[in-house]
Nanobody, 126 residues
């Protein structure tokens, strides 16, 4: 079982950068694919980015490609999301999630994830 805790959100201006972090406690972090999702007010939770257990494979939503970078460090149970060139439409609560799998398929689907953090709020002003 994993517990996930996000940090790094806040208020930022359009064009700025933020780095979100998610620290996992529990055993077996290296056996989980990790994802970032976000949920804006009144909207469904949507996929942002994911990475496989080793960090070798990554996937991004079209809306964030070229601006967001997901990375992980297994030795300290951390997955990060570097967000550059923030836009007002990036405003949302950002969640990290863990999916127990050795593969990478389906990591864009929120239904497949086993554990979720509580989220960290990102607000982007124009």
């Amino acid at each position: 079982q994993l517990q996930l805790a996000e940090s790094g959100g806040g208020l930022a201006q359009a064009g700025a950068s933020l780095r979100l972090s998610c620290v996992a406690s529990g055993r077996g972090f290296g056996s989980y694919a990790m994802g970032w999702f976000r949920q804006a007010p009144g909207s469904e939770r949507e996929f942002v980015a994911s990475t496989n257990w080793s960090g070798e494979h990554r996937d991004y939503a079209d809306s964030v490609k070229g601006r967001f970078t997901i990375s992980r460090t297994n030795f300290n149970n951390t997955v990060s999301l570097q967000i550059n060139s923030l836009k007002p439409e990036d405003t949302a609560v950002y969640y990290c999630a863990a999916k127990q799998t050795n593969g990478f398929g389906g990591t864009h689907l929120k239904q497949g994830y086993d554990y979720w953090g509580q989220g960290t709020q990102v607000i982007v002003s124009s």
